[in-house]
Each structure stands twice: as C-alpha cells, then as structure tokens.
C-alpha cells in the first residue's frame, strides 16, 4: 500500500492519503468484515436511538456535569 502522510509545522503525522482504488478496497473489506448492524436492532431500540438523536439536535441535552449531579447519590 502506497500511503503518504501529511505532517504539521512541528513534525508530526496529522493525515494519510491513501490512494482511492486502496480505499475502496479497505472500505469493501470494512463492509465485508463489519456490517452495518442498525438493520439488525430491534425497532424499539431504532426508535429510541433515533428519538435521542432528534432531542440532541433539539438542544434537549444535560450536560456530564448536571447527570452526574442528579445520580451521585446512586454512586
């Protein structure tokens, strides 16, 4: 695999660049070795996830700092 690496000011590796034909084959692979298993989730799970997905982009949300708070006493 022919990769090259992008480094910042002090050195450091901060990317790759793969060529595409490498990464749609490690993409099919990840496909192959890993498959999507939102499919294999039962609704109600779907459901929840997603219901908690949209109260996030709702700013519906509590911070660590704040859960943390209302259940120290569980701890």
Known sequence: MRVQ????????????VVPIKEWEAIQEEL?????DF???LPDF???SIEAGQ???ASGETK???????TYKKYL
């Open 5 to 16: 690496y992008l480094s910042n000011e002090k050195g450091k590796k901060t990317a790759a």
């Open 38 to 40: 939102w499919n294999e």
């Open 31 to 35: 496909k192959t070795r890993h498959p």
């Open 45 to 47: 799970v779907r459901r």
């Open 54 to 56: 949209e109260q996030a």
């Open 63 to 69: 911070s660590h700092t704040e859960v943390m708070e």
